[in-house]
């Protein structure tokens, strides 16, 4: 049975503006906040999942409200366009691990459907070892492949990117992360985003399309907004 391929990865390769977080930041890339381990579960439809955390991560008490409900609004995978999956900031691997299952289940209808790779990308290395260790756990640790920012392949081309984005690191270091992603995306590829209205959800989508990438808001749900961006038609 061909495998489908999830690969964890961290924010872009191209040249990032450094954020300058302090050590106690989920998006600093060496947590200096002392290791408290605990475990949150994932419930949807069609995915059941016990994820490992830690301090130091994103959202460690509980899966990120924002992360549940984009992964509830995005197409089935037989609607996925073609190509490789990318998690952008992948934190302990909420999306990164639901991707990869709904790609191994064979829901993606299609042969090749189980032979994509999910990159899922994080500047964290404890988070990084976490989303390991979790997809590992939930059976597609095969179909996973996590990586730094820096370690992206040059050239990655991919066909759906679903992405609860580094908000907190400042404006011009998340358009940068967003601008580098859009640049990987397949001419028919889209790009999925959560965010919290409060946090910029609105400005975010304005300047999505002052770039030339249709940005439409697909869901606005518990003052979180799932944007959808796509290349000029």
């Given at each position: ?16 503006p ?5 050590g ?28 490992d955390t ?52 064979g829901s ?24 390991r ?15 730094g ?5 040059p050239?990655?081309?991919?066909g759906?990117?679903a992405?609860?984005?580094p ?10 992360l ?7 995306l ?10 919290q209205?409060?946090?910029?959800s609105d400005?975010l989508?304005?300047?999505?399309n ?21 290349h000029?038609?």
């Amino acid at each position: 049975m061909a495998k489908a391929t999830v690969t964890v990865v961290s924010p872009p390769s191209r040249p990032v503006p450094p954020a300058a977080p302090s050590g106690g930041q989920y998006f600093a890339e060496r947590p200096t906040a002392s290791s408290r381990p605990g475990r949150v579960e994932l419930t949807l439809p069609d995915v059941h999942l016990r994820l490992d955390t830690d301090a130091g991560v994103f959202s460690p008490g509980r899966v990120d409200p924002g992360t549940k409900l984009l992964l509830a609004e995005l197409p089935p995978a037989t609607e996925w366009p073609a190509g490789d999956v990318a998690d952008v900031g992948c934190g302990y691997g909420a999306i990164a691990v639901t991707l990869a299952r709904r790609l191994a289940d064979g829901s993606s209808g299609t042969a090749d459907g189980r032979d994509r790779t999910v990159w899922a990308v994080d500047v964290n290395e404890r988070a990084r070892d976490l989303c390991r260790r979790n997809a590992a756990a939930s059976g597609v640790g095969e179909l996973v492949r996590v990586v730094g920012p820096e370690d992206l392949p040059p050239g990655l081309s991919v066909g759906l990117i679903a992405s609860n984005p580094p908000i907190r690191v400042g404006k011009s270091v998340l358009h940068d992360l967003c601008r580098s992603w859009m640049e990987r995306l397949g001419p028919d590829g889209e790009a999925w985003w959560v965010v919290q209205k409060h946090l910029g959800s609105d400005s975010l989508q304005a300047w999505m399309n002052a770039q030339g990438w249709p940005t439409e808001r697909v869901r606005s749900r518990q003052a979180y907004r799932i944007l959808r961006s796509t290349h000029p038609g």
